[in-house]
């Protein structure tokens, strides 16, 4: 995979990515990142990329003729071209699933008050990271690259990614690791007892558990097998928490 990065600052990007696991997978090239500087396709000796809106009003707009010179310059066979921009589709683990797939991905970075609009019409997509308002579009575009280039085959550990958080669209079950107990609590003796078929029973009612209380929607939104069925029914009667507490094992 090939992803090209446009902004105005490419500091902000060139950290987060050349550290930890997104390093690693560019020192083994399983994803090859640039990161471009809008304002070599600025206008002028001063290389302006920006101006005042039209109407009125505060801040400045980005200049549509930069962004198309920058996607002109980088936009390939099978490229897809995204936006990052508040009013997009709302990022989700899906998406970042389906645009692990693609070949060469190409992000635009918004600053200032925005993009001119017609700017739009140049992207395939455009993708928020939530309900919210940022200085910039780099924090997003990281968010996207990172949720993407680790579902990259070899990235990482396999299962890693397979019973994680919203993989089957449920939240991910409870994790713990030494010591055995900690300040009082210990943990559930069906992680310590071998059984293995128990502990993914356990694992399977514990995920569901956690995506009731603190994502329903989540729930509402996918279709239930009869044995998810039967669990969530358990948990919803009353007194269909028990064994719910740590048990001090180990």
């Known amino acids: 995979m090939r992803i090209d990065l446009v902004t105005l600052f490419p500091a902000m990007l060139e950290g987060p990515l ?22 070599q396709w600025g206008l002028g000796r001063h290389r302006s990329v920006d101006d005042a809106p039209y109407g009125g009003g505060a801040g400045m707009v980005l200049r549509p003729e930069p962004v198309a010179a920058a996607l002109d310059a980088l936009r390939g066979p099978g490229s897809t071209v995204i936006l990052l921009d508040p009013s997009g589709e709302v990022f989700g683990q899906a998406r ?81 690791t030494r010591p055995a107990t900690f300040r009082g609590r210990g943990i559930p003796a069906v992680l310590t007892g071998g059984n293995h078929e128990a502990v993914r029973r356990w694992r399977q009612e514990e995920s569901l558990r956690r995506t009731l209380e603190r994502r329903p929607d989540l729930l509402a939104s996918r279709p239930h097998r009869a044995d998810e069925r039967r669990i ?8 269909g928490d028990q064994g719910r507490g740590d048990t001090g094992a180990g």
Do not use: K, M, N
């Open 18 to 39: 050349s550290g930890s696991i997104p390093g690693r997978i560019r020192e083994q090239g399983l994803a090859e990142i640039h990161v471009h500087d809008l304002r």
């Open 96 to 176: 970042a699933v389906e645009l692990a797939t693609r070949p060469h991905l190409v992000l635009v970075c918004p600053r200032y008050e925005g993009v001119d609009d017609r700017i739009r019409d140049l992207v395939d997509l455009e993708l928020s990271i939530g309900d919210y308002v940022l200085t910039g579009g780099e924090l997003p575009a990281l968010v996207v690259v990172d949720a993407v280039i680790r579902l990259l085959p070899g990235a990482i550990d396999d299962a890693s990614t397979v019973e994680e958080s919203f993989s089957d669209g449920l939240l991910e079950y409870p994790q713990y």
């Open 232 to 239: 969530l029914d358990a948990l919803d009667a009353p007194g």
